[in-house]
Antibody, heavy 119, light 107 residues
């Protein structure tokens, strides 16, 4: 059974750095072609693809956020970490991690975590 | 970035209706097109991948078609549980952009 779950702060202040952890089970991020991605969704708005990290440490980011985003993995812990710097109220959103295992579409999703950016 | 444009943005329909949602890519994406269904407060659910392949467990009333830049998702006979928001996504090249969504409401 494949599961993913996001964890991290529910509230951050403007200009702070957000760190979210995706802990997964049922697959290995050290296996060939496997990737785990991040998607966010502001309240009442559309899904936004943020980035993805692959088994070989290849990383792809949304160009509009690339300067602020870092995605890393800890294969031994079955975790993927998203770091976003200089948070702004417009970054208030539910953040999801997801995977299609060896596919780029997302078959498996975490439940999402709502992050509010407010002073 | 490849822009994905869905139409309509919202749609009212009745149980039993046939409904079609359109997704257009700003450049050719072959058949690297996926569809998701999202209900309030829930994570998206994969419905279709590779434009016309039905994800396991998804009812056969859902179908997808298209290639290149123009794609459609069709629900042949709407059921009460189908009222949700639908998103297309291209995975031809990163960033794997989503459409803006189509909210399907009960008429």
């Amino acid at each position: 059974q494949i599961t993913l779950k996001e964890s991290g702060p529910t509230r951050v202040k403007p200009t702070q750095t957000l760190t979210l952890t995706c802990t997964f089970s049922g697959f290995s991020l050290s296996a060939s072609a496997v990737g785990v991605g991040w998607v966010r969704q502001p309240p009442g708005e559309a899904l936004e693809w943020l980035g993805i990290i692959y088994w070989d440490d290849d990383k792809r980011y949304s160009p509009s956020l690339k300067s602020r985003l870092t995605i890393t993995k800890d294969t031994s812990k079955n975790q993927v970490v998203l770091t976003m710097t200089n948070m702004d109220p417009v970054d208030t959103a539910t953040y999801f991690c997801a995977t299609g295992i060896v596919r780029n579409y997302f078959e498996y999703w975490g439940q999402g975590t709502l992050v509010t950016v407010s002073s | 970035d490849i822009q994905m444009t869905q139409s309509p943005s919202s749609l009212s329909a009745s149980v039993g209706d046939r409904v079609t949602i359109t997704c257009r890519a700003s450049q050719s994406i072959s058949t690297y097109l996926n569809w998701y269904q999202q209900k309030p407060g829930r994570a998206p659910k994969l419905l279709m991948f590779a434009a016309s392949s039905l994800q396991s467990g998804v009812p056969s009333r859902f179908s997808g078609s298209g290639s290149g830049t123009d794609f459609t998702l069709t629900i042949s006979s709407l059921q009460p549980e189908d009222f949700a928001t639908y998103y297309c996504q291209q995975t031809f090249t990163t960033p794997h952009t989503f459409g803006q969504g189509t909210k399907l409401e009960i008429e």
